[in-house]
């Protein structure tokens, strides 16, 4: 495997504007890297001109990433290459042709040549490397992580007929979530094509680290209890219900502060919540943070809350439970699989803060079990999960 090179295409992908972006994809690349003699990573980005950054409604990736800048370090190259598409939700179909084009134009201009195709996400990259096999006669192998599984091609038509035809071409698909699995069986796969790869998370940056060095490092105050959450601020991940749930929460605890932790379209929204219901002394938006300074966090908090109303997995979770925290989730699908015991935390409804405050009170009073909680995570760490996808690669490319 030494002597392949490998070509990686997804949706996103880490760049100094946009941070946490395909962070999951960087991360597994990452740890893979050594098995290969090049990997290559092509993100095809939609291009707006400049005029589109001042609308908010337009995700905050794009309005700062207008152009990603391609980087490359030890033997992985990163490219972006851009194509345009007005972002209208309607139109957004045909991403997937105008990706295609924009990444063959690149590798044709770069001579990029490879072995193996890995495209992350069913749409539109899937889509990228289904066309790509078709031309380079390549094996491809494709992951579904979310909503390209379990929500688009249920949902629209063009969608179901563009994912059918990528793992239709796919000499092997993987996805993230048990839940996933059950909708690529629905959708045709295989079930001697399809594996559950669950995302890893990074053993050498998540682990546990002085509470205290963490506080002050972080200047948190020493004698509140800290609940944090990570994601970008959109409906999806459930911030209001959080916001909603610590009212309650500080009606009997007033010793507690909320970090949210992320940046997005809803913060002014969000920040007018907080303010309307006095929280300003307990809950705080905190813009987002570079991954490498989420661990300080991580091991600065006292309880980890995923108040999503819909995830694939949730590698957020894992990433806190690998610092010893315990967490509070919502049955959204991949919290499910991830917390399958009081041991490791609470589920609660979706939506539900009422429930989430009760949890909230419930995790904060009890005293957990570290070592069980760090024993259970070490199988999703990477070089175990790394193990597993090189598995896939060996099979096709045989």
């Keep these: 495997m030494k002597s392949k090179n490998l070509l990686i295409i997804a949706n996103s992908f880490p760049h100094k504007n946009c941070l946490y972006g395909g962070i999951f994809v960087k991360e597994q690349v990452d740890v893979i890297a050594e098995n290969f003699n090049k990997i290559y990573v092509i993100a095809p980005t939609p291009h707006l001109p400049e005029f589109f950054g001042r609308f908010e409604w337009i995700p905050e990736c ?138 890893a998370y990074d053993a050498n940056k998540f682990k546990q680290i002085s509470k205290e060095e963490c506080k002050d490092r972080l200047n948190i105050s020493k004698k509140s209890k800290i609940i944090l959450s990570v994601g970008m601020l959109e409906e999806i991940k459930g911030h209001k219900y959080l916001i909603n749930a610590m009212k309650k929460v500080v009606d009997e605890k007033q010793n507690v502060l909320c970090f949210i932790i992320g940046g997005g379209q809803l913060k002014a929204r969000l920040q007018k919540l907080i303010n309307d219901l006095n929280l300003n002394n307990y809950v705080k938006l905190v813009c987002a943070k570079p991954h490498d300074e989420i661990p300080l966090w991580m091991n600065a908090c006292d309880l980890f809350v995923l108040p999503s109303l819909s995830e694939s997995f949730g590698i957020v979770q894992i990433e806190a439970m690998a610092c010893g925290k315990h967490v509070v989730a919502t049955r959204n699908g991949g919290s499910e699989e991830i917390v399958i015991n009081e041991k490791l935390g609470y589920l609660v409804e979706p939506k539900n803060s009422d429930e989430l405050a009760e949890k909230i009170l419930l995790a904060l009073n009890k005293e957990w079990d570290k070592e069980y909680i760090l024993n259970y995570v070490k199988k999703f760490s990477s070089d175990e999960i790394a193990k597993e996808t090189l598995k896939i690669y060996e099979k096709v490319i045989d």
């Design 62 to 199: 794009w309005r700062k990433g207008i152009n990603p800048i391609d980087y490359t370090y030890n033997n992985i190259s990163v490219y972006f290459p851009n194509f345009f598409v007005p972002p209208i939700h309607f139109i957004r179909e045909k991403y997937a042709e105008g990706a295609y084009k924009s990444a063959l134009k690149l590798i044709s201009e770069k001579n990029i040549n490879f072995d193996i195709i890995h495209a992350h996400f069913i749409y539109y990259a899937g889509y990228v490397g289904a066309k790509l096999k078709e031309k380079y006669k390549k094996p491809l192998i494709i992951t579904g992580h979310g909503t390209d599984v379990y929500e688009l091609p249920f949902k629209y038509k063009n969608f179901e007929k563009m994912a059918k035809y990528a793992i239709s071409e796919a000499d092997y698909v993987t996805t993230v979530s048990k839940s996933n699995y059950i909708k690529l069986i629905e959708l045709g796969v295989k079930k001697e094509k399809v594996t559950v790869i669950q995302n």
